[in-house]
């Protein structure tokens, strides 16, 4: 395991407006004590960025995946990068 942090930048497709997704993702952020946002998009997407361990990005990436998130997830794009140590806590924006 290491302590390097990173920056999860999500597009998560399918059903994921109008039905807790952000809260729900939102509380799972901050169980996982990750720092970032989630939001809705216009095009009925949801947008999210996180900060965190690789270990916990990596549980919160399989979270979004797996039938626990809510709604009903077709496909999360996501890409990681350095961290920029920007973010203070994990809030809904939009």
Known sequence: MTDETVRLTAR????????GFRYWT???ADE??????????????VELVAEGSV???ER???????????????TVDFQLSEATGELDDFRIVG
């Open 60 to 74: 919160f990436t399989s979270w979004l995946h797996s039938s626990h998130a809510p709604g009903h997830v077709e």
């Open 32 to 45: 996982l004590m990750l720092k970032g946002t989630v939001r809705n998009a216009s095009d009925g997407s």
């Open 26 to 28: 939102a509380r799972k």
């Open 55 to 57: 270990e916990r990005v």
């Open 12 to 19: 998560i497709t399918g059903v994921v407006q109008g039905v």
